[in-house]
């Protein structure tokens, strides 16, 4: 009676083994399935087989690896708070330092692609006074730099990455985009005391040389109606032309210089989007 009771045992505990170990087979291949989805770039169907594989997990052993794929599939996809909510998930479930730092950081890039620059600044600044990341401190200002990339703030983007010691390259490139782009307070400004003035400041010569000829011909025109006591044709003349032609001139520096700003700007982005083989948001 012992002896067949034993056998029973023996068969339960060959039973419940095999149960686990086919389990644990199945999860691993469901794993690599939606892993080779993701290399693949078919991100729409690597997070339904990621969802399947959190489904059957009951011990939660790929919560944080199955989480964390999600949220790049659909980061991928441009689907930014979506990613963020999951890179959330996986950091709620990280099992060491390491796997918390990434998942932190995910979150962080995903805020920085979408542009929320003052909630990706505060993260980093939580990041920064956590002990258990103090040595993370240059990959701290290298996000920072990027952050303000995105919110086209270039000269705080080079005084970031210059203190990690290592990205001189970028923080030289952003360095140099912030001493070439265009003031467009200065262009405003000028543009009030010296019609075409603004114009001129950024490159654009022939149209500040007109704006700068038709305000000095309507002003002209204007002044000398008054002076006849023409006084409704120095009216018309003033509000209609010389004003018309005046406040073009600000609109025009401001705009011209919007636009050169941006040009420099875009062909800052492209090098780093082409030619930059760093980490990237």
Request: aromatic content about 16%; charged content about 25%; some cysteine.
């Amino acid at each position: 009676m012992k002896s067949k009771l034993e056998n029973i045992f023996l068969l339960f505990i060959f039973i419940l083994l095999t149960r686990n170990s086919f389990a644990q087979d199945y999860l691993k291949k469901q794993f690599e399935y939606a892993d080779s989805l993701y290399k693949n770039q078919n991100y729409y169907d690597a997070i339904t087989e990621f969802k399947r594989l959190l489904f059957f997990d009951k011990y939660g052993e790929y919560k944080y690896q199955a989480n964390e794929m999600i949220g790049l599939s659909y980061k991928q996809g441009a689907k930014f708070s979506d990613a963020i909510l999951y890179f959330t998930i996986a950091e709620m479930n990280a099992r060491n330092n390491d796997e918390l730092l990434e998942s932190k950081l995910l979150i962080i890039r995903c805020n920085i692609l979408r542009r929320t620059t003052s909630h990706a600044i505060d993260l980093l600044t939580l990041l920064g006074n956590d002990k258990r990341f103090a040595d993370e401190e240059k990959e701290i200002f290298y996000w920072k730099g990027w952050t303000y990339i995105f919110a086209d703030e270039w000269n705080k983007a080079s005084q970031e990455f210059s203190k990690t010691d290592t990205n001189e390259t970028l923080s030289s490139l952003c360095k140099k985009v912030d001493e070439d782009k265009y003031s467009v307070a200065f262009a405003d400004a000028i543009s009030h005391f010296i019609p075409g003035a603004g114009q001129i400041y950024t490159g654009h010569y022939l149209s500040g040389l007109l704006s700068l000829g038709w305000n000095i011909l309507w002003g002209y025109v204007t002044v000398n109606a008054f002076e006849a006591n023409r006084v409704f044709d120095g009216l018309v003349v003033g509000n209609f032309l010389w004003l018309r032609f005046y406040n073009g001139n600000l609109q025009n520096a401001k705009k011209f210089a919007e636009e050169e700003n941006l040009k420099i700007t875009n062909k800052a982005m492209q090098f780093l989007q082409f030619n930059y083989a760093g980490l990237k948001p």
